[in-house]
């Protein structure tokens, strides 16, 4: 019998106030999953490629990636460029957080292998909506684990 | 007896002698004086036809003594120019030139002498002093009777063809110093081709001072030569080109870089005779650098425009999240009544405040939603091919139908020329004025729009004209201007309409502009690049 795994959150966000926000709306929605946050892209690199001196993740955990584009050192492209191209991080959901609805960055994600695009719009019911239904993606669909041990 | 008889004898015999010898004697020189009359006859008649011969040409001929100058002879023509002057012993000058006190100044019979009468006439142009006519004289000494020397003048009149010569020299003169003066490089060629007619060269023919000066050439080194030789190529430049035109005959300009030189060029090719052409080259490279810094001056600016406007929405995001935040925790703080009166005081208040910051905060995420259009407008790949405009707006109306029924707007679309642009952008423009005169259509007349259109060199023009609320000149500059909004309270928009439609035609060669007086309707007049289609018939179709 297989037990549903608790997945792990991960934003990847450099600004304090999105991040903030997107924490109490997860809460709001319902989402009670842990939430861990990376202020830059290479926080979460070092996070997922197992190195630097911070924490790493852990083997068997299924994660779930809310990715902002811009941010300091490494941008949320490079990121999921990274993420996409490990055999064993690809596995990984990958959500784009950002401000742009540009449509040729929207598409390059998507290229890339991003799995939803969520633009960070003032108008907060609409983010509400799209958190929520994150939030009902994460409750429903079945997070694969990732392994440690890479090629 | 007989002596006497002898002598009688003698005497008779030597009388009939010498009788028959006189008569002989006279007889012979009555024939002689009748051949001498005779020939005497022949001379004046030859003598007459050759002065009839010489008065009937249509030039002034003259004899005249080479020492005293006194004219021998002169024919009608010298008679008529002299006005009758012409009598025995007057001298050509008095004669034949104008107030003349001695021999003329330009006599040549100097250089006559000279010459004398074993060579050839001595030929020389003068202008006569009687009738100012400009004359081709041909002079040569000759012997005449009476006189040590004569000389025999021919004068032919050359005054029209010294005009037309002087014509031609002014007008030769008048293009070679344009030619010359031009600032543009113009060179003359002749295209060489193959025995199979294929061109493979072409020969300078001319070329003016700019074209030396640019090319740091000697004209002796570039007129006559080959293009291969004058600019060191294996392949003559532009040959494929410059064939076109001199064997299609249509003349053509085009931009290009010529590498050699590092210099940018835009060259006009026309041919004036077949398998002949010239160029008209002027150096754009200056141009072409400002165009290009241009170019990255406003990559530039969009660059700025995306960032900025991506940036800015970031904090908006929190600014309005957190308001929303304290939106939520006023409600979880319940009814306003069950609170103590400071608090019962401030809460409306600060929902108030909480209003006004999230309003806020929207009207800038629009203006920043905007920016961000327009940059990426600014950004975005065009598709320009030529355009069937009939269809195009046809679509557009069809699109549009809901709201032109809506606003019981009356759409006339006359027959359109087809044009170049990439349809996206074009069919943009065109929702973008079809909207405006909804929009701002007169309260108290029913809504008319009439789209239609017209051809001119190079460009295809529509006009989109309505009876709507019009706008005063003072605003006609002000409206292409971003983020205007002449009633911002009674219709709603970004204010980046015509900004977009301006910044969209600017970028597909065309241009924008309006007619209009308030409460008269207003008149966009969209110009954009022509197809090479050939327009068709003014049609009236109803909409």
Redesign the interface.
């Known amino acids: 019998m297989s037990e549903k795994k608790e997945v792990i959150i991960l934003i990847a966000e450099d600004?304090d106030?999105?991040a903030g926000?997107i924490r109490?709306n997860l809460e709001?929605a319902g989402v009670a999953n842990e939430v861990r946050r990376f202020s830059d892209g290479q926080e979460i690199l070092d996070f997922l490629f197992l190195r630097g001196e911070g924490p790493v993740r852990q083997s068997g955990v299924a994660y779930t990636l809310l990715l902002d584009i811009?941010m300091p050192r490494v941008d949320g492209v490079e990121v999921l460029r990274q993420v996409k191209n490990d055999p064993e991080l690809k596995k990984m959901p990958v959500i784009m957080i950002t401000?742009?609805d540009?449509?040729?960055e929207v598409a390059l994600c998507h290229e890339m292998g991003c799995n939803s695009y969520i633009t960070?719009?003032?108008?907060?019911e609409a983010?509400v909506h799209a958190i929520r239904q994150l939030g009902l993606y994460l409750a429903v669909v079945q997070i694969p684990e990732i392994s440690r041990t890479q090629p | 007896m007989t002596t006497t008889v002898l002598w009688l004898w003698l005497v008779a015999g030597i009388s009939m002698v010498l009788a028959a010898g006189l008569m002989f004697l006279w007889r012979r020189s009555a024939r002689l004086h009748r051949e001498m009359s005779a020939q005497a006859v022949r001379l004046d008649e030859s003598r007459e036809n050759l002065v009839t011969a010489l008065n009937s040409m249509d030039a002034l001929v003259y004899v005249s003594d080479m020492e005293t100058c006194e004219l021998l002879f002169a024919n009608d023509y010298a008679t008529r120019i002299s006005g009758g002057q012409i009598r025995p012993g007057i001298r050509c000058w008095q004669a034949l030139q104008k107030d003349m006190t001695g021999p003329c100044s330009f006599c040549q019979n100097p250089k006559l002498i000279e010459a004398g009468h074993q060579n050839a006439p001595h030929r020389w142009h003068l202008q006569n002093t009687l009738n100012n006519r400009w004359y081709e004289a041909r002079e040569k000494v000759i012997p005449w009777p009476g006189h040590r020397q004569a000389k025999i003048h021919i004068g032919i009149d050359i005054t029209e063809q010294r005009a037309a010569t002087e014509a031609l020299k002014e007008s030769d003169q008048k293009w070679s110093s344009l030619f010359n003066a031009m600032q543009e490089i113009v060179a003359l060629h002749e295209l060489i081709v193959d025995e199979k007619g294929r061109p493979v060269n072409y020969r300078l023919l001319d070329c003016n001072h700019s074209y030396c000066q640019n090319f740091g050439l000697e004209r002796q080194r570039v007129v006559g030569r080959l293009a291969t030789e004058v600019y060191g190529l294996t392949n003559p430049p532009f040959l494929l080109e410059f064939s076109g035109v001199a064997l299609g005959g249509e003349p053509c300009s085009f931009e290009s870089y010529f590498a050699p030189m590092d210099r940018h060029f835009s060259i006009s090719v026309v041919s004036h005779r077949k398998n002949q052409f010239a160029t008209i080259t002027s150096d754009i490279t200056m141009l072409k650098k400002m165009q290009d810094e241009l170019k990255a001056k406003n990559r530039e600016l969009e660059q700025i425009i995306y960032v900025a406007s991506h940036d800015l929405r970031s904090p908006l995001v929190n600014v309005d999240g957190y308001a929303r935040e304290l939106e939520f925790a006023i409600k979880t703080l319940g009814p306003v009544e069950l609170w103590p009166e400071p608090a019962a005081r401030a809460l409306p208040d600060i929902a108030d405040a909480l209003h006004h910051i999230r309003a806020s905060a929207h009207q800038m995420d629009n203006l920043l939603k905007g920016l961000l259009k327009l940059s990426r407008l600014g950004r975005a790949a065009l598709n320009i091919h030529p355009l069937d405009m009939n269809h195009l707006i046809g679509q557009l109306i069809e699109s549009t139908g809901f709201q032109i029924r809506e606003a019981d707007a009356n759409v006339v679309v006359t027959n359109l020329p087809p044009c170049r642009g990439d349809d996206v952008h074009v069919t943009q423009v065109f929702a973008n004025l079809l909207d405006n005169a909804i929009k701002y259509r007169a309260p108290l007349r029913p809504c008319e729009i009439r789209i239609s259109g017209r051809s001119v060199i190079g460009y295809a023009i529509y006009t989109v004209e309505d009876n709507g609320v019009g706008i005063a000149p003072e605003f006609h500059t002000k409206i292409f201007e971003l983020f205007h909004r002449l009633q911002p309270k009674a219709t709603d928009g970004e204010g980046l309409g015509l900004t977009m439609t301006r910044q969209v035609l600017g970028r597909l060669g065309g241009t924008i502009q309006i007619e209009s007086a308030s409460g008269q309707g207003s008149r966009f007049i969209v110009m954009l690049p022509a197809a090479i289609e050939p327009p068709g018939d003014q049609k009236e179709r109803t909409s």
């Open positions: 600004d106030g999105h926000l109490r709001r811009r401000t742009t540009d449509p040729q960070k719009p003032v108008e907060y983010f």
